[in-house]
């Protein structure tokens, strides 16, 4: 009708992606190293600190806290986190 013709191009298998450690875990890591050094930091201090959002700095911490590496001592407001170290009897 328009004079043009469309043609669906096929490509091939996907490239593959390079092996790399996930940014999450890597991100873990850092949350834990900052709270070991200082327990009472805020969400907010440590999105600001790593430059993430507070969103994603609650789900780093859920993760942990759910793989045993992280709990919480005491209350929201007057509280701290303590990392666990794998290995290590409490």
Do not use: D, H
């Not at 009708?1 to 450690?21: D, H, I, L, T």
């Not at 600001?48 to 919480?72: P, S, W």
């Amino acid at each position: 009708m328009f004079g043009k013709k469309y043609s669906v191009k096929k490509f091939g298998n996907p490239p593959a992606k390079k092996v790399r450690q996930k940014s999450s875990v890597k991100t873990g890591q850092a949350l834990l190293q900052m709270l070991e050094c200082n327990p009472e930091l805020t969400i907010p201090e440590l999105a600001t600190e790593l430059n993430l959002t507070t969103r994603a700095i609650e789900k780093q911490l859920a993760l942990l806290k759910m793989k045993g590496r992280l709990e919480r001592v005491g209350s929201r407001r007057k509280g701290y986190w303590r990392p666990i170290t794998p290995g290590r009897n409490s």
